[in-house]
């Protein structure tokens, strides 16, 4: 546990509360500030010590006089750590709306704040200790609306590297933080609803989840990093809204429903082959794989010819040779279906660049539609692909497996009906 002291500005609601409740869980003396929102820094204290989490304000930070007495109060107190939380988003500020004195409030308190804070408290602070702003992704975009806020945060980004190249001599390390959706009462609705479709791990994040980034980025853990920005934002940055649109022309999320009625327009000499490495989600005991398993059948029954290879570890062998689905689906084989059960070691052994185009399964009907689960989404069982060039390197690399299956090169394992 530590016995080191921080300020923590905005620390009453949202991101600053999770970051001042994270360094007193780690032994902190925390300062810190709240504008309206005194309640929660009662409650922060009850929970930590009066002793341990000391209340600063009310401050208003739209003001620099604020500031200014904010930085008096402090006279003569040591500080390992400055985290620069508070902020303020004002949501109409725009080409119709500009007032240069709301503008200002908000530079005031998102830039002018944490830039005081920088340089006037240089001598509170002690050497060797770290200053981490929290800035936001929306730095890196152009605002329609909300200029202030995301010119202020911008400007945070070379703050830090002027802060940064300045205190290095003493061992000071500043860097920043870029938060994007977080769940925070200073969420726009279009961050709670539209955020995850546009996000990679497809939620918005957590104000502990900055939190404990920023405490890294406090910590010696961190001793090295000096100057540089963490984007808190769960890949979001990295999203180009056209290339997304752009790609689901050719690849569009699927669900069960959708495969299910595909399968019952099969007829009589249609083909499906399907491969699945059988990750924790596929062959379950669950309504829909039954469902699967079922039209699998009827398609069957139907003249279809389903060929599937199921690759397994050796962690879930025995599982998918007692599996009762797999049982029912073997006992279903029409004649000139194949359903091979293999284990993962022998393919990558024998078909190394084959498994690897495996990725978590596919199946392909008629050489015409692919189903990938590699990218599947929550709500579907994977994308489906149309197109020569995209799906013959998947019938290519089943069809040598296959063939390795059938020479007896990987020797299937034998399922008890």
Not at 147 to 168: E, Q
Not at 197 to 213: D, K, L
Request: aromatic fraction near 10%.
């Amino acid at each position: 546990m530590s016995n080191k002291i921080a300020l923590v500005t905005g620390a009453s609601r949202g991101i600053g509360r999770a970051i001042a409740e994270k360094f007193l869980s780690q032994g902190y003396t925390v300062y810190g500030t709240y504008f309206k929102s005194l309640q929660p820094m009662e409650e922060i204290a009850a929970k930590y010590g009066a002793d341990k989490f000391k209340i600063m304000g009310p401050y208003d930070f739209r003001n620099l006089s604020k500031t200014d007495k904010l930085i008096k109060d402090l006279l003569g107190v040591e500080l390992d750590v400055l985290v620069c939380s508070a902020g303020i988003f004002i949501e109409n500020d725009d080409f119709a709306n500009f007032d240069l004195n709301i503008f200002n409030q908000t530079m005031n308190c998102n830039f002018y704040t944490p830039l005081l804070l920088g340089v006037k408290l240089q001598s509170n602070l002690t050497n060797n200790g770290s200053i981490i702003i929290v800035s936001s992704n929306d730095a890196f975009h152009g605002a329609y609306g909300s200029m202030s806020y995301t010119i202020s945060k911008a400007a945070l980004l070379s703050l830090n590297k002027c802060l940064c190249v300045n205190y290095g001599r003493r061992g000071i390390r500043v860097n920043s933080v870029s938060p994007g959706a977080i769940n925070t009462d200073m969420n726009t609705p279009e961050q709670e609803k539209d955020a995850p479709e546009f996000t990679p791990i497809e939620r918005i994040g957590a104000p502990q989840e900055v939190a404990e980034t920023i405490y890294f980025l406090a910590s010696e853990n961190s001793g090295f990093v000096n100057g540089e920005n963490i984007m808190i934002d769960g890949g979001y940055g990295n999203v180009s809204v056209l290339l997304k649109k752009e790609n689901s022309r050719i690849r569009e999320f699927k669900g069960y429903d959708y495969i299910f009625e595909y399968y019952q327009t099969m007829k009589s000499g249609d083909t499906l082959i399907h491969i699945s490495p059988c990750a924790d989600y596929t062959w379950i005991d669950n309504q829909e794989e039954k469902e699967l398993l079922n039209q699998n059948i009827e398609a069957g029954k139907r003249g279809v010819i389903i060929h599937r290879i199921l690759i397994v570890d050796e962690e879930r062998e025995a599982e998918i040779k007692n599996n009762q689905i797999i049982k029912q689906y073997f006992s279903n084989l029409q004649s000139g279906d194949k359903m091979y059960v293999v284990k993962k070691a022998d393919v990558i052994k024998c078909c190394p660049d084959d498994y690897q185009k495996v990725g978590l399964g596919f199946g392909v009907l008629n050489n015409k539609l692919a189903f990938v689960d590699s990218y599947s989404s929550a709500n579907s069982i994977g994308y489906a692909v149309e197109g020569e060039k995209l799906i013959a390197p998947l019938v290519t690399a089943f069809s040598n497996i296959l063939k390795n299956i059938e020479s007896g090169n990987i020797k299937p394992l034998v399922v008890e009906i």
